[in-house]
């Protein structure tokens, strides 16, 4: 089945500074890769995701990348604000199981 | 608003007991899933459903049963429990090929 890795596991950066989430996966055939937002207490939810037939997508202050060569993607917000502090998950929708793979999860710190 | 409601919300039981954590959805999607979440290693799936004839197994799935009660409907069940069960869990929806909704999450203490 599908392994997605995920770095870092924590980080912490000064409000307004850019912050960049990498995650890698193993199943070439994967074609579907969201990313949840996961604040304190609360359930995760979409904040972004790309498909294998796109390299890059944006929207507001994030955005997130794909290599495919590489079995990459990553999550990049710029302007970083403290609402932005939670949990952040990527994931890949396993093709044998048709069913997503996430990542361990990286807990990201915006300091005021 | 459609949503995905999981009950109970929290629960502690003890090793032994049997646990069944029910999730009911409003969104009309035909795909369910059970995730488990535990620090440091993210949601793992535990059994998902594309339909009510349909019922397939998750990278976790030793020591849980589900039931795909009607559309709306999917549970998830500890025969057994054990303390390393003691989890976050959440159910969620889907349409075909895109987006999981959660529910809230079972909060669940074995001791």
């Known amino acids: 089945g599908e392994n997605v890795e995920q770095h870092p596991s924590t980080l912490s950066v000064q409000e307004g500074d850019s912050a960049v989430i990498k995650c890698t996966y193993s199943?070439?055939?994967?074609?579907?890769f969201p990313w949840y937002k996961q604040e304190l207490g609360k359930r995760p939810q979409l904040i972004i995701d790309?498909?294998?037939?796109?390299g890059e997508k944006k929207d507001q202050r994030i955005a997130v990348t794909l290599n495919k060569t590489a079995k990459h993607f990553s999550l990049h917000i710029t302007e970083t604000q403290p609402e932005d502090s939670a949990v952040y998950f990527c994931a890949a929708r396993d093709t044998g199981r048709r069913a997503l793979t996430f990542g361990s999860g990286t807990r990201l710190q915006v300091q005021p | 608003d459609a949503d995905v409601t999981q009950t109970p919300r929290n629960r502690i039981t003890k090793t032994g007991k049997r646990i069944m954590l029910e999730c009911s959805q409003t969104?009309?999607?035909?795909?369910m899933y059970w995730y488990r979440q535990d620090p440091g290693l993210g949601l793992r799936l535990i059994y998902y459903?594309?339909?009510?004839?349909?019922?397939n197994k998750g990278e976790i799935s030793d020591g849980y049963s589900v039931s795909r009660q009607a559309q709306a409907k999917f549970s998830l069940s500890l025969e057994s429990a054990i303390p390393n069960q003691t989890a976050l869990y959440f159910c969620?929806?889907?349409?075909?090929?895109?987006?999981?909704?959660f529910g809230e999450g079972s909060r669940l203490t074995v001791l």
């Open positions: 969104k009309g999607h035909d795909r």
């Open positions: 969620a929806t889907s349409e075909n090929t895109g987006e999981l909704f």
């Open positions: 790309i498909r294998s037939n796109v």
């Open positions: 199943d070439s055939a994967s074609n579907y």
């Open positions: 459903s594309f339909d009510v004839k349909d019922i």
